[in-house]
């Protein structure tokens, strides 16, 4: 029975560690909501915008080659469709390379908000919002006001 005691006062004496340690480390650790974040960075916006665009002008080059292939009767039809691939290849590959440069730019900005607002805060580690369950600062909204200033 004092075996039992003793084990029992260990547990709760472990226990009471852990639930206080809980605490400290939850102040080292941060979490953003990268979804709030993209729907919310005006910068962000205005590049999903613009690729939106760029993208819609692709599909307009293709249903216009399509519809120019479909009327064009002669026997040169093969270089036209050869002449139309290599283009839109060329305006894809464009398209894509642009896409990544901006989406980089995008994320760089983000991920220096980020540590801007972790160090402030002497926090430790960031995850993403959907990772953590409890014990942590949500840091969104105030890397929300560092990237949206800038963008002013």
């Known amino acids: ?5 003793t084990i029992i006062s260990l547990v709760a004496i472990t ?4 639930i206080s340690n809980t605490g400290v480390f ?3 650790i941060g979490t953003v909501d990268i979804n709030k974040i993209i729907n919310n960075y005006s910068k962000a916006q205005e590049v999903v915008a ?15 080659a399509r519809k120019d292939l479909k009327l064009n009767t002669t026997t040169d039809k093969k270089d036209l469709e050869d002449k139309y691939t290599k283009e839109f290849k060329q305006k894809t ?7 990544i440069k901006q989406l980089s730019v995008i994320q760089r900005d983000i991920a220096k908000a980020i540590k801007n607002v972790a160090d402030t805060k002497n926090i430790k580690s960031v995850f993403k919002k959907e990772s953590m369950i409890m014990g942590s600062q949500d840091l969104t909204d105030e890397v ?7 963008t002013e």
């Open 1 to 5: 029975m004092k075996y039992l005691k």
């Open 15 to 18: 226990m009471s560690i852990f």
């Open 26 to 28: 939850a102040e080292e």
């Open 50 to 64: 613009d690729l939106k665009i760029k993208e819609s002008e692709l599909q307009k080059f293709v249903a216009e």
């Open 93 to 99: 590959n464009a398209f894509k390379q642009e896409e």
């Open 144 to 150: 929300l006001k560092i990237l949206n200033a800038k």
